[in-house]
């Protein structure tokens, strides 16, 4: 079964950071791209960041440019979100999702997510 | 940035059909993705490029996108299409990723 299960989340205070990650399985993972997209709750979708299937090439919404960093590896069949210097409006449920081959512009396959909220 | 807007919600009668739009300057020359989200559920894939299904989506859920604007249709519309329903680009201007406002489906 294709799966992808997210990790990581949790309560931190404003200016902390988290690390979140994403387990894959089911798939090849290193024939795909990458991305994290976030929900506010009660709120819409928000992309935050994509990586291409190698880790060369990587993306960030002006939200969180400079402050998150997006990771994979390949032999852990894993994809990470790094977030540094997090505020109140980070706080929503992170998903991991798959880039639909061949050219990722949609995602095929999401994760349940998790949870990050920064509250003091 | 570019922007996608959407109703903010929709309602229809069971068996009638239903229209969600999508408007965006030019959203014709981009290819459009819909996904479905039920409460409490990740998002679920309905309808790339524009009209293409992915496996397991009833031929029910439909697209087509022209102009400025994007419609995803639910014909025979069922209890169980209540969710939200959202679209998305691609933007290559900036490289991101484009999700549309959300609409939420009421089935009567």
């Known amino acids: 079964e294709v799966q992808l299960v997210e990790s990581g989340g949790g309560v931190v205070r404003p200016g902390g950071s988290l690390r979140l990650s994403c387990a894959a399985s089911?798939?090849?993972?290193?024939?795909?791209?990458m991305s994290w997209v976030r929900q506010a709750p009660g709120k819409g979708l928000e992309w935050v960041s994509g990586?291409?299937?190698?880790?060369?090439?990587?993306g960030y919404a002006d939200s969180v440019k400079g402050r998150f960093t997006i990771s994979r590896d390949n032999a852990k069949n894993s994809l990470y979100l790094q977030m540094n210097s997090l505020r109140a409006e980070d706080t929503a449920l992170y998903h991991c999702?798959?880039?639909?081959?061949?050219?990722?512009?949609?995602?095929?396959?999401w994760g349940q997510g998790t949870m990050v909220t920064v509250s003091s | 940035s570019y922007v996608l807007t959407q109703p903010p919600s929709v309602s229809v009668a069971p068996g009638q059909t239903a229209r969600i739009t999508c408007g965006g300057n030019?959203?014709?020359?981009?290819?459009v993705h819909w996904y479905q989200q039920k409460p409490g559920q990740a998002p679920v894939l309905v309808v790339y490029d524009d009209s293409d299904r992915p496996s397991g989506i009833p031929e029910r859920f439909s697209g087509s996108n022209s102009g400025n604007t994007a419609t995803l249709t639910i014909s025979r519309v069922e209890a169980g299409d209540e969710a939200d329903y959202y679209c998305?680009?691609?933007?290559?201007?900036?490289?991101?990723?484009?999700f549309g406002t959300g609409t939420k489906v009421t089935v009567l």
């Open positions: 998305q680009v691609w933007d290559s201007s900036s490289d991101h990723y484009v």
């Open positions: 089911g798939f090849t993972f290193d024939d795909y791209g």
């Open positions: 999702a798959r880039g639909l081959v061949p050219a990722a512009m949609t995602f095929d396959i």
């Open positions: 030019n959203i014709g020359s981009k290819s």
């Open positions: 990586i291409n299937w190698n880790g060369g090439s990587t």
